[in-house]
Structure formats: structure tokens, C-alpha cells
């Protein structure tokens, strides 16, 4: 089965530094995706960059880029020049190829920006 | 863009009631899956359809049931609220892909359902 898992609970970090966000995954399947979601307080999910087991390169969507390290299963998101704004949950997944392809979320971390 | 929405963001009901929770995607995609998310818990799969009158279980099925007659709607039935079932429901879609960017879920804003 696939599990994600993200040891950081809660993170701080200053406006305009970078921060990473750990995810480790764990899964039998040869080919995979794997995606990071935002959740503010409102509630919605938001899709923000997804990386395929395949890929050459590490995903990169604006301020958002995935530190991608297949042997060691790790997938952690970074964050440069954060705003006010980015403080929300943040969520790893894993496509579930046994569930339609569903996602298997981790706890997701919550970080907080401050001035 | 794509866009799924869903009938209501807050809901309050009793225990015992049916509820019918809607979620319509505009973007034609086969699947849709329902989730609840719960503090500590994280997001558990309930539901998911990868075409019209098709629906799979999910991780935690008990104490609902799906309806899938069109497309592009997908609804959430509670048979009988339990206090349990207080949470929140997100409804998601996509396409089918081969485990690729293409399975990109799409949510909509999320249901906070309190049964009282």
C-alpha cells in the first residue's frame, strides 16, 4: 500500500525566506505521481505541483519546487521568497494505483509566516 | 479552469436525517471521489466513481453511499447522520491518467457538515 509520511507538524518562517517541507513516501509500485496541495484556512484544497516517478528533472511551478530524491523516497517541497499568504496546511499525496487512482494524503504541515 | 463545486460549505443536521451532499465538476473528467478530513486523521478516501452508475469503496464506506447518474455530479448520501460523521467532505475529480500528471485532482471547497 502507498503511505505518505510528514514528520513536521508545524513550521515558522520568516516573509521572503525559503522553508522546506518534508514528505517521505513509501510505495510498491514501479511508476508513481506525487503532489503537493495547499489548504488555507478556508478550507479548499489547491493543487500545487506534481511530480512523476519518471521525471528527469524536479518539478518547478513559480515559487514552488520539489526536491525530488528517488532512492531515498523523499519529496520535499521548498518555498522560496515566502509571503503572508502561504501560510496554510500544506499536504503530500500519492496516487493510489488500487484506489482509481485516488490520492493517499500524509498529516500535512502548517506553516506559518511571519513578518 | 477547472472548477468542482459543491452544494453547500456549512451544513447542520440531526442525527438520524438522510443528507445529500452534491458535487459537480465542469471539466468532463471520469473519476470523482468523495473524502473526509479529520483533525489528526488527515484526508480518508469514502467513495470514488471512474464513470456514470460505476462507484468503488474507499477506505472508510461504512454509513454511506454514493449516486453517480450524470457525468459530471457526484453525490454523497449519509442513510442515517451520525454525531461520527461531523466533518469535513471534499469532493475531488480528474482524468484518467497512468499514474501521471493527468490524475492531478481538482477539489472543490468543501463541505462542513455538523450532525447534531
Known amino acids: 500500500a502507498q503511505k505518505i509520511t510528514q514528520t513536521q507538524p508545524g513550521m515558522f518562517v520568516q516573509e521572503k525566506e525559503a522553508v522546506t517541507l518534508d514528505c517521505t513516501y513509501d510505495?510498491?509500485?514501479?511508476?508513481?505521481?506525487l503532489f503537493w496541495y495547499k489548504q488555507p484556512s478556508s478550507g479548499e484544497m489547491i493543487f500545487l505541483i506534481y511530480q512523476g516517478s519518471y521525471d528527469q528533472q524536479n518539478a518547478t511551478e513559480g515559487r514552488y519546487s520539489l526536491n525530488f530524491q528517488k532512492a531515498r523516497k523523499s519529496a520535499n517541497l521548498v518555498i522560496s521568497a515566502s509571503q503572508l499568504g502561504d501560510s496554510a496546511m500544506y499536504f503530500c499525496a500519492i496516487l493510489n494505483s488500487n484506489s482509481g487512482y485516488a490520492l493517499n494524503f500524509g498529516k500535512g504541515t502548517s506553516l506559518l509566516v511571519t513578518p | 479552469d477547472v472548477k468542482v463545486t459543491q452544494s453547500s460549505r456549512y451544513l447542520v443536521k440531526r442525527t438520524g436525517e438522510k443528507v445529500f451532499l452534491e458535487c459537480v465538476q465542469d471539466m468532463d473528467h471520469e473519476n470523482m471521489f468523495w473524502y473526509r478530513q479529520d483533525p489528526g486523521l488527515g484526508l480518508r478516501l469514502i467513495y470514488f466513481?471512474?464513470?456514470?452508475?460505476?462507484?468503488e469503496k474507499g477506505d472508510i464506506p461504512e454509513g454511506y453511499s454514493v449516486s453517480r447518474e450524470k457525468k459530471e455530479r457526484f453525490s454523497l448520501i449519509l442513510e442515517s447522520a451520525s454525531t461520527n460523521q461531523t466533518s469535513m467532505y471534499l469532493c475531488a475529480s480528474s482524468s484518467p491518467g497512468l499514474a501521471g500528471r493527468t490524475d492531478t485532482q481538482y477539489f472543490g471547497p468543501g463541505t462542513r457538515l455538523t450532525v447534531l
Open positions: 510505495t510498491s509500485d514501479p511508476s508513481y505521481g
Open positions: 466513481s471512474y464513470d456514470v452508475k460505476m462507484k
